[in-house]
Nanobody, 129 residues
Framework: QAQLAESGGGSVQAGGSLRLSCVVS????????MAWFRQAPGTHRTGVAA?????????????YYRDSVRHRFTISRDSSKNTIYLQMDQLKPEDTAMYFC?????????????????WGQGTQVTVSS
């Protein structure tokens, strides 16, 4: 059973930056997806960014982003530390949400919560204007 643990959330002013981390244990897929989602109160959980995990060197890692965060957020993965990151720059009040990391050994629609098998508990990000 994989376990995911997020950290790095907090409160910042608009225009600021935060870096979220997600340590993943008991998860060594031959391919798959790892992603960040967010959910604000009263809304659905939505995909923010994802990385397709390359299998044995075939294909480079492929990255996916929600349009509203493209060019502001960067997802990355350090396989040696079993950790994925979400660097968030130029934060806006509308980025305020609980952020979750997720993982799956399958390859399907990256932005659909139903694609993912494993989830972390979430870390809160609050951006004030």
């Amino acid at each position: 059973q994989a376990q995911l643990a997020e950290s790095g959330g907090g409160s910042v002013q608009a225009g600021g930056s935060l870096r979220l981390s997600c340590v993943v244990s008991n998860f060594s897929p031959r391919g798959g997806l790892m992603a960040w989602f967010r959910q604000a109160p009263g809304t659905h959980r939505t995909g923010v960014a994802a990385v397709y995990i390359a299998i044995n060197g075939e294909n480079e890692n492929t990255y996916y982003y929600r349009d509203s965060v493209r060019h502001r957020f960067t997802i990355s993965r350090d396989s040696s530390k079993n950790t994925i990151y979400l660097q968030m720059d130029q934060l806006k009040p509308e980025d305020t949400a609980m952020y979750f990391c997720a993982a799956t050994a399958e390859v399907s629609t990256w932005s659909s919560p139903g694609t993912y098998t494993y989830w972390g508990q979430g870390t809160q990000v609050t951006v004030s204007s």
